[in-house]
């Protein structure tokens, strides 16, 4: 017997995974979580029929989402976490010993029950006594908050359904009012392939710029998501990306990485002609 | 629609009108709004009854609708909900014959009375003392006016307001009825009384003779269809009679079959929508209240008099203190957010939740008030405080309307008598009416809305530059 997960990339392409055994399928009141085991990519979480992360290429949305913001600025104390159910951020960013709370605010508390069980190597760091668990809607948890992080990670779904709301200018604006002085936020930031997805890079990036004074886009290679190519934003209140990266001191921390390190941190930040020129798209 | 859906089945080989052919006279047009309902926009047919002249399947869905909203009759209008207001007042009130409106009635109304001919006798709304909105009418105002016009044929009462907010229903209908005069309720915003739970109360089960609903605007059905529903005593075939001179000969179906639709789920799920809907407005509302600088208001403004009742899935919120006008606020959200609310006049917005609204979205508009506070809140200073101008009518709508007019420049126009109307649109409320004098506080407050971004409608002159006034 042969077994496929198939997810649309667009209309006109497909990309499948084949399937050894469906681990886990059920309805959380938010959205369907399916948990499959396949061969090429391992332990597979879909959420909605969408691809959020693979066993085997996980380590490279992870490390990119927490290094690049870490790296640039060693004072981060206080950091926000917005979605990240499946635990793989937190677990890069408890590496930090300089990290002194983590807040995780997940709408869906389901998937964080069904990552712990089926998905231990990136669901492994919610028992450190620094994270917090918020389940609740992270529009709204960040809307009440002022001048309390040094970080905020922008982990989302896509931008239909329950993180609809965490691609908007008003989130961003919260976010930047949570925000410390030195205070950075990252976000997940689509793909700029195809063009339903590259409509929501451009428009989430001129929200971003038109509310935060250093707004920069980097970007890394993901093969299961959508066209591969994948984006992520750093918006600050000041501090820049690739100046004020402290190389030393990061590489003097001796957290293994397989995906990031300095030398990429640095070309990262370069992006293709086409996506410099999605990026300056106003048209909202 | 179970009509609809045989028709359907069988395939029929049209050589009737619309011209389309279920479509396949337009491939681009089916491609734009879907075969399935491009299938049923048809014409009137014996096995699809017609509406100007019910006798199977359209009667037999008015005849459930009325039965659902607890009315002795209810009649399918196409034309919006402007139709039935106009259908409501020509049925008791003819050429001369008086009645009594509050001032911050609809257009519609006020149109009806160009045509027809009827009289309007104003009862001035209160005004709510910081908020600047127009209320309801009060029951001594009321008294006072019908004493004075004993002669008049009817009472017509908004229930609720745009803004949500109701009169003494029960009290007035008993009123008026003691005098032998008609209620007609214009209920544009309260398809939802008939339904939820703890609402304020429907115009027909507080005994009004008519009503306009609109169930379009919260009771799902398609833009522009609407119902007219009517009580013990009046003669429906009558008002057939009078809703068929000016509706169309060619209903369409869409529309017909969305009221039925809509119907059937109103009445089998009403009460848990609107369970729900109040839940996210009341949810939206402290939360919007806890931003600070907003003031969401709510029931806490009935006073007895003016308010006698508040519909709290109305989300209506106080803006100025912010240093904004509604309109402003309201073109913020959409410009720079993305999100389209109902209207924002000159100190508050009106936003409406509804059968199709989610938790995500509440948080949405929430988050994004937040933002326009931080962002843009400046000092309330000079900003204007009220939204309703008194009237001063001084000939009837119609002999004005139609009388020899000239144009002149919007600010060398006090002291005249209006030929037109002028309103921002929405809500629709006429600063100005034909017949009234046009007074310096009408003129301030129009080139204020007009500054500050408000739609301003109802003169020929598109621009509002000039404004056509009555030759002396």
């Excluded at chain 1, 490279?60 to 981060?76: D, Q």
């Excluded at chain 2, 009325?66 to 402007?82: H, I, L, P, Q, Y």
Aim: hydrophobic share 40%.
């Amino acid at each position: 017997m042969q077994l496929w997960f198939t997810e649309m990339h667009c209309e006109g392409a497909k990309f499948s995974i084949k399937v050894k055994k469906c681990v886990y399928g059920g309805e959380s009141p938010f959205q369907r979580i399916d948990i499959l085991d396949t061969e090429a990519f391992g332990v597979v979480l879909v959420l909605d029929g969408i691809v959020m992360l693979t066993e085997r290429d996980e380590f490279i949305y992870h490390e990119m989402i927490v290094h690049p913001a870490m790296a640039v600025n060693p004072e981060i104390k206080n950091v926000l976490v917005i979605g990240a159910g499946d635990g793989g951020t937190i677990r890069e960013l408890a590496r930090y010993g300089s990290i002194e709370r983590i807040d995780m605010v997940e709408i869906d508390r389901e998937v964080v029950e069904v990552c712990k069980k089926y998905l231990p190597k990136t669901a492994c760091a919610f028992d450190d006594k620094r994270v917090n668990l918020y389940f609740e809607d992270g529009l709204k948890f960040v809307r009440g908050k002022k001048n309390e992080y040094d970080l905020i990670v922008v982990d989302s779904t896509d931008a239909f359904g329950p993180g609809e709301g965490l691609f908007t200018r008003e989130f961003y604006g919260n976010c930047y009012n949570a925000l410390k002085e030195n205070g950075i936020m990252v976000n997940q930031h689509e793909s700029p392939f195809y063009p339903e997805d590259a409509k929501l890079v451009s428009n989430a990036h001129f929200h971003i710029s038109s509310l935060f004074p250093v707004s920069r886009v980097y970007q890394a290679h993901i093969p299961t998501y959508p066209s591969g190519h994948w984006l992520f934003g750093f918006a600050s209140k000041g501090i820049d990306p690739v100046e004020d990266l402290k190389e030393d001191y990061w590489n003097s921390l001796g957290i293994e990485t397989r995906y990031y390190n300095t030398r990429l941190h640095k070309g990262c930040f370069a992006l293709p002609t086409y996506v410099e020129e999605l990026l300056k798209d106003e048209d909202y | 629609m179970e009509a609809l859906d045989s028709y359907r089945a069988k395939r029929v080989v049209s050589f009737d009108v619309p011209g389309h052919k279920q479509g396949k006279g337009n491939p681009e047009l089916v491609k734009f709004l879907g075969a399935q309902c491009i299938s049923v926009d048809v014409n009137s047919m014996k096995p699809l009854d017609n509406l100007s002249h019910p006798v199977s399947v359209i009667k037999e869905a008015e005849m459930l609708a009325a039965e659902a909203f607890g009315a002795a009759n209810a009649f399918f209008m196409v034309n919006g909900t402007s139709s039935a207001v106009s259908a409501m007042i020509m049925s008791v009130a003819k050429s001369g014959e008086k009645i009594i409106v509050p001032r911050n009635v609809h257009r519609s109304v006020i149109n009806t009375l160009i045509i027809s001919g009827a009289v309007p006798v104003y009862v001035n709304p209160g005004i709510h003392p910081t908020l600047g909105i127009p209320l309801g009418m009060s029951v001594k105002d009321l008294k006072k006016a019908i004493e004075e016009n004993p002669d008049a044929k009817a009472v017509f009462v908004n229930n609720p307001t745009y803004y949500g907010i109701c009169s003494n229903m029960t009290e007035i209908v008993k009123l008026a009825h003691e005098h032998g005069m008609y209620v007609l309720a214009d209920e544009a915003h309260g398809t939802h009384f008939y339904f939820g739970e703890d609402m304020p109360v429907a115009a027909m089960k507080a005994g009004a003779d008519m009503s306009a609903v609109s169930v379009h605007k919260t009771g799902g059905s398609l833009t522009q269809s609407s119902l007219l529903l009517t009580g013990p005593r009046i003669e429906a075939n009558y008002v057939r009679q009078i809703i068929n001179l000016t509706q169309t000969t060619s209903a369409s179906y869409l529309l017909l079959s969305s009221l039925d639709v809509a119907r059937r789920t109103l009445a089998l799920q009403g009460k848990e929508i609107f369970r729900k809907v109040a839940q996210m407005a009341v949810y939206a509302r402290e939360e919007i209240n806890n931003i600070g600088g907003y003031y969401a208001f709510s029931r806490e403004i009935i006073d007895g008099e003016f308010v006698h009742d508040f519909d709290v899935t109305k989300l209506s919120v106080y803006t100025r203190d912010i240093g904004l006008a509604g309109i402003e606020v309201y073109d913020i959200l959409r410009d720079k957010y993305g999100i389209q609310i109902e209207f924002g006049d000159i100190a508050n917005i009106l936003a409406i939740v509804s059968i199709g609204d989610n938790q995500y979205a509440i948080e949405r508009l929430v988050s994004a008030l937040a933002e326009i506070k931080r962002l843009y809140s400046r000092d309330n200073e000079g900003m204007l405080k009220y939204e309703y101008i008194a009237p001063v009518p001084v000939i009837k709508p119609k002999q004005a309307f139609f009388a020899d007019k000239v144009s002149v420049p919007i600010g060398e126009s006090e002291g005249y008598i209006c030929g037109e109307f002028v309103m921002c649109y929405p809500p629709g409320i006429p600063i100005l009416a034909p017949g009234e004098k046009i007074t310096r506080e009408a003129l301030d407050y129009i080139v204020y809305a007009k500054e500050k971004g408000s739609f301003l409608t109802g003169t020929e002159d598109l621009d509002l530059n000039y404004i056509k006034v009555l030759k002396d």
